[in-house]
């Protein structure tokens, strides 16, 4: 049926986008701008729909990776109604990551400290290979330090790490406070003895970091798995799930990777939303509806499931820009995005 009426849809578009305005198309409106119209309030009115009827009656769940905090929601509709205060009534709140995973992630953080101020001031002199480092940055550094090997090092060794991680964390705090006092010392450092510094400590920072994400997994999926056990298969197989994660959405993202483990959801894929402007759970779950509507409408006009959701004029850009228009560099960067 679609096909047969594929050589009239110009004509049924038109008649509609008349039957829209009611009257003729308004003066400041050609043919081609009215028809457009029609088009982008029936997008909006299935998007409406979309997300009425299949996203609003399954569960949600909001995922603040800085918090470590998921709000639960047995229903679209409840998020909606709940405006972001995870009011009892319609939000379950729960923190999913123990303390070890903070203390571990914060120690790594410390010699990753330390390089920030570095950097800071090396781009105020302009990323001079001999860094003269100024009282401000050294007061920075000492502050640093202080926190460091003082109290952070005291609850590391009070803490309930097993000894091979409370050694290697230990470890970490201790070289990164001796760079500290050597280049002090000297007032200046040069950029080979950080690439140095770094170099010998990263192996053992990517140690500790596995160890955290570990203890992080663990807590995190066995809560998703404890929500999981009050939804039936239906509920659970069209879930959707908001992932908020600060400034920029990383690749392989912890909790992201997780969920989509635990979902079999592709990346990019209509369930898994990420936020990277800073919106609420509303907007992305309006984003969630936007991503449907397009697999929707791709799946029947192009027989492909991504075909919107890449763009429909990506494959005729990647052809004009490598062989029509020769664009420099077009081919590689193609390539490497495949």
């Not at 119209?37 to 009656?57: G, M, S, W």
Request: charged share 25%; with cysteine; net charge negative.
């Amino acid at each position: 049926m679609l096909q047969t009426a594929l050589p009239f849809m110009p004509l049924i578009v038109l008649f509609a986008a008349l039957f829209f305005f009611k009257t003729e198309p308004p003066n400041n409106l050609n043919e081609f701008q009215v028809v457009n119209e029609v088009f982008r309030d029936a997008y909006k009115t299935c998007k409406h729909q979309t997300l009425k009827r299949e996203i609003n009656p399954y569960p949600v769940m909001s995922i603040d990776e800085g918090k470590h905090l998921i709000r639960f929601y047995k229903q679209g509709q409840d998020l909606i109604s709940d405006r972001g205060r995870c009011d009892s009534r319609y939000c379950t709140l729960k923190e999913y990551t123990p303390k070890e995973f903070e203390h571990i992630k914060v120690v790594a953080h410390v010699p990753v400290a330390m390089y920030l101020i570095i950097e800071t001031q090396s781009l105020k002199e302009g990323q001079i290979h001999s860094i003269p480092l100024d009282q401000s940055t050294l007061n920075k550094l000492y502050d640093l330090d202080r926190l460091a090997t003082s109290k952070m090092r005291h609850s590391i060794e009070t803490g309930d790490f097993n000894i091979h991680d409370k050694n290697q964390l230990l470890e970490i705090i201790d070289s990164t406070s001796i760079f500290i006092q050597q280049i002090s010392e000297n007032g200046t450092l040069h950029t080979n003895q950080l690439k140095d510094f770094f170099h010998k400590s990263t192996p053992l920072l990517m140690d500790v970091t596995a160890k955290a994400a570990e203890l992080g997994l663990r807590s995190f999926i066995a809560t998703v798995n404890e929500w999981k056990t009050h939804l039936t298969d239906r509920q659970w197989n069209n879930t959707h799930v908001l992932v908020h994660c600060g400034d920029t959405s990383r690749k392989d993202n912890m909790e992201g990777t997780a969920i989509e483990a635990m979902l079999g959801e592709e990346r990019g894929g209509s369930r898994v939303i990420y936020d990277e402007n800073g919106v609420d759970d509303v907007t992305l779950l309006e984003r969630a509806a936007h991503l449907k509507t397009d697999i929707n409408l791709s799946e029947m006009v192009f027989n492909e499931k991504w075909r919107m959701h890449r763009d429909v004029l990506g494959d005729a850009t990647k052809e004009i820009l490598s062989r029509k228009l020769a664009c420099p560099h077009a081919v590689q960067f193609f390539k490497k995005l495949k």
